[in-house]
Nanobody, 121 residues
Framework: QVQLVESGGGLVQAGASLRLSCAAS????????MGWFRQAPGKEREFVAV???????VYADSVKGRFTISRDNAKNTVALQMNSLKPEDTAVYYC???????????????WGQGTQVAVSS
């Protein structure tokens, strides 16, 4: 069982930055693709970014150029640096593990509890 714990959410103004972090309990962390997803009230969970075991990245069009995903396999952590935040980025952000790089929510096996990000205009 892989346990994931997110941190770093908060309330910021539009244009500000936040850095989310996700810590994994699994020593085989380096074997997994790591994804970030988000869910706004009344909406479905949506893909944000994913990073492969070797560091290849894929981003949703809505965050491309503003968000950066990174991982530290030695520390079992994955981060999401969010710059130029917009009110539409407001959501609960989740990290998740998967066996491959994919945008599909249903292909990720383990999820964190989420961290709230709120961006005011």
């Amino acid at each position: 069982q892989v346990q994931l714990v997110e941190s770093g959410g908060g309330l910021v103004q539009a244009g500000a930055s936040l850095r989310l972090s996700c810590a994994a309990s699994e020593r085989t962390f380096s074997f997994f693709a790591m994804g970030w997803f988000r869910q706004a009230p009344g909406k479905e969970r949506e893909f944000v970014a994913v990073i492969s075991r070797s560091g290849n990245t894929v981003y949703a069009d809505s965050v491309k150029g503003r968000f950066t995903i990174s991982r530290d396999n030695a520390k079992n952590t994955v981060a999401l640096q969010m710059n130029s935040l917009k009110p539409e980025d407001t959501a609960v952000y989740y990290c998740a593990t998967g066996n491959r790089v994919t945008m599909r929510v249903d292909e990720y096996d383990y999820w964190g509890q989420g961290t709230q990000v709120a961006v005011s205009s």
